[in-house]
């Protein structure tokens, strides 16, 4: 059953993944229907004898299998539409995360704090605790108040990386020279893992995210107690 669990997508921990999860279920329903539907049409033709010689063309048949195709991509794209939207809008942000994408780390900076910057850094094996993932947790964590706006302006200081958190629905590319945003909140406490997602060079598999989020009040405590 592991195996299983491991080919879905991850719980959701922000409204934005929670409706991606929504539309690929809605998408793959969509598609189910399709395959059952041509594979009864093609079994049922390989086993029968019907034959019609004088039947040239059919028009109801072919305006039918041109005008239903359309109106399948309509309830597609609909809801895909208004998912993109939802995915580029950004609503007033109470919390500014900086993020800069180095070979092959990442640098964090909370832009609304003052000397509030750290480097993010896989931990190696051999320094792993017992309760620690291998390839996946860092020495410096992102620490983030949960049910809080938070904007994420992402770029990188060499090659392009791309900053990726699959249970928050995040996934920006980081590009020399330019400034990329997105928003998300996280509506539950816990720890979530991303990696880059853009092939960056030899140690692509070895710029891990990890994402701590915490009550307000433990977050204030985070903030007061980072520099002491």
Known sequence: MATWSNLGLQDSASPVMEQLTFFHDHALMILTMITILVGYVMVTLSFNKFTNRYLLSGQLIEIIWTILPAIILVFIAMPSLRLLYLMDEIYNPSITLKTIGHQWYWSYEYSDFNNLEFDSYMIPTTDLKLEEFRLLDVDNRIVLPMNTQVRVLVSAADVLHSWTVP???????????????????????????????????????????????VPMNYFINWIMNFNS
Request: charged share 15%.
């Open 167 to 213: 249970a928050l629905g995040v996934k920006i590319d980081a590009t020399p020279g330019r400034l990329n945003q997105t928003s998300f909140l996280i509506n539950r406490p816990g720890l979530f893992y991303g990696q880059c997602s853009e092939i960056c060079g030899a140690n692509h598999s070895f710029m891990p995210i990890v994402v701590e989020s």
